[in-house]
């Protein structure tokens, strides 16, 4: 008895269930005038970077910079302990003085074999002996003078200048430790952050779509002829200083299936730091009467189907499936399953 109430009440509540009508908000289909901007997504990166590695083997003496700081190219590093590396070359100069001695001795009596042959006062070979002893003596030379170059290249070196100018970072390695020539640990790293890159991954159809729009001179382009990008950061607050597209790659990353593209972005107050996430917006034109709609009414399923409820003429709803390109503002471009006026 219990269960035959129960479902008499609920026969009861159903047709006033179905009476009770949700209002809704209303959006007619419109077209607009809408920018075309490629949303790209990528990371910032050093413009130039270098680490920077001992020449020469001995125990650092002396840091010269202050960790954090900008150094010029040129600017002395480090100080290597270089007794060992001044008395390598006093010997390779005394080597090379032995050698012009030699040199000397040698050159004037193969000058005198040269006057007493003309006389047939000494036989061929010995002058032969004394022009072949002259010859070796001026190649012992050449090679103490190679020497003595190797050695002050030796000594140049335990000063460990900056190879490029930039933003140098800490110091891997304190005063009294051991540095070998060509290690795999870099002393530091000296980047260049402004200007910086971002580079960005685009589809392949992205990609063709951006080389169509430049040619046909629809891009937003710089005084110098290239497509210009505005910068975002992480959290959607826009970057105060935009930035210009250098170049994209020739091939595409099997990986990912994405062509890379670079952006120059100032940096002047180091804000951008390598690696940082960052999204980028390209203007690629303008797409006139575009059939847009509220990005409220568009719903999605798991499965990626993207879809919308539509007033009939009845009054009521019904669901139709939608394709929708790119967000303006607070709206999506229609590309397929609704006309002006619904």
């Known amino acids: 008895i219990a269960v035959l109430a129960l479902g008499t009440g609920c026969e009861k509540e159903q047709p006033q269930m179905k009476q009770q009508a949700l209002p809704v908000d209303i959006f007619v289909v419109k077209t607009a005038d809408v920018p075309v901007v490629s949303h790209l997504t990528g990371r910032a990166n050093p413009r130039r970077k270098a680490e920077v590695r001992p020449q020469v083997n001995g125990i650092l003496q002396k840091r010269l910079f202050i960790e954090g700081s900008t150094v010029e190219s040129g600017q002395q590093l480090y100080q290597i302990d270089a007794s060992v590396y001044e008395a390598s070359l006093a010997s390779a100069r005394a080597s090379l003085s032995s050698a012009r001695a030699t040199e000397h001795s040698t050159k004037l009596r193969s000058q005198r074999y040269t006057q007493l042959l003309s006389q047939k006062a000494v036989s061929t070979q010995d002058y032969d002996d004394a022009e072949a002893a002259y010859l070796a003596a001026h190649a012992a030379v050449e090679s103490a003078m190679a020497s003595v170059r190797t050695a002050e290249i030796n000594l140049a070196y335990t000063k460990v200048y900056a190879p490029i100018s930039g933003t140098i970072g800490k110091s891997e390695v304190t005063e009294g430790a051991l540095v070998s020539a060509q290690q795999s640990t870099a002393l530091t790293t000296i980047q260049q ?121 009845q009054n009521t709803v019904q669901r139709r499936n939608i394709r929708i390109g790119t967000n303006y503002q607070s709206y999506y471009l229609v590309q397929e399953g609704l006309q002006p006026g619904e």
């Open 193 to 313: 952050l402004d200007p910086i890159y971002v580079d960005f991954g685009e589809t392949v159809e992205e990609h063709l779509q951006l080389r169509r729009n430049f040619q046909s001179g629809q891009l937003l382009l710089n005084d110098g002829g290239k497509p210009v990008v505005d910068i975002f950061f992480n959290n959607g607050e826009k970057y105060a200083h935009q930035g210009v597209v250098e170049f994209a790659d020739v091939s595409v990353d099997a990986s990912t299936g994405m062509v890379n593209l670079r952006a120059l972005v100032p940096n002047p107050d180091h804000i951008l730091l390598p690696s940082m996430f960052l999204r980028g917006d390209i203007h690629q034109g303008m797409t006139p009467n575009a059939v847009v709609i509220a990005a409220q009414g568009v719903q999605r399923e798991a499965g990626g189907v993207t879809y919308a409820y539509v007033v009939d003429e």
